[in-house]
């Protein structure tokens, strides 16, 4: 049988990983920038997570959602604390675009309600609702298509409030990005912000922070919609939470009522998924991780923003994006194989660094230099 052809492959196989560093089958090493999508969160290979999994996989690696499961407990009690929000509760899945999924669907379960409100640029996911609300018309399948979704301009306020208005009962939920990722690191402004908690609240609808790519820390804040002092109804998070185990959740106001059958997942809170979020917050705690993700994030960005040749920098913490003119459209690829740095890459030309969170100075420079010579080749 052949793999079903979806992916464009880098021409890299890696065999070994340790903290910002992989290595390919060559042993040739490579600074990770990326993260495979932001995934990577302590780093590769953290002697604590590995340690976690593995005993944890000597006990029980797996039982379904019928069981009691402590670990669920203690990764809920861990996450309230470090998120801020310990009257919140969670419910644990398996990806982001579940995540967001299952917050769409709470959504309208509470609300009685169909309409949802997302915004141009947006990537929610792939599932179903995640990807009727994600704004790219080339990976909607014609089942997928719905009325019930409608697209407004990010970050305008007065386009949300005359939206509101002309439709204020029939609005389920807006979904929104703290920071668009796939949309080239757009930050969402604080009035923005502000107003969506404002017309949420006079019309009963739902505030989803999507929290899948710019949460879990990297941007300084646990959240990254927490710089705008509102509060979301969910958070949805995902990719970091696991540094590579797959592990998501949603993060749920103590407004919403949970009853027997209304979520579900066979997958999801797993034993084993648990553990390895249990380790990476405890290593995020240990290891001071949001401090160090705004302390070498600020000095990226400083530094970045000195190059003549950038158009725009733009993120917080270790969330970025690089706008490069077209004439650059090479560079992202460039340094993968002259320089051996891993990067992403967004639309239009936006160089993507998704790090791990205790990237360290000397890494950050690595990456520096090199970008001062792809730019000057
Ligand atoms: C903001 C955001 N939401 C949701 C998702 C979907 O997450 P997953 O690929 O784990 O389903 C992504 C993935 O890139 C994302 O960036």
Redesign the pocket.
Known sequence: MELFNVYPLNPIQIERAKGSCVWDEQGNQYLDLYGG?AVISIGHSHPHYVEALRSQLDKVGFYSNSIINPLQEELAEKLGRACGKSDYRLFLVN????A?ENALKLASFHTGRKRIIAFRGA????TSL?VAVTDNPKIIAPVNQTDQVVFLPYNDVEALQTYFSAHRDEIAAVIV?GIQ??GGIREASIPFLKAIREQCDLSGAVFIA?S??CGYGRTGDFFSHDYAGVLADMYTT??GMGNGFPI?GVIISPRFEASFGLLGTTFGGNHLACAAAIAVLDVMEKEDLLANASTIGSYLKKELAQFSRVSEVRGRGLMIGIELPEDLAHVKKDLLIKNRIFTGEAKPNVVRLLPAMNLTKAHADQFLQAFHERLNA
Do not use: L, P, Y
Not at 95 to 98: F, H, I, L, M, V
Not at 123 to 126: A, L, P, V
């Open positions: 999508h990806s982001g675009a579940e967001n990537f929610h996911g792939r995640a990005e990722g796939v999507d899948v790519q995902a990719k998501g």
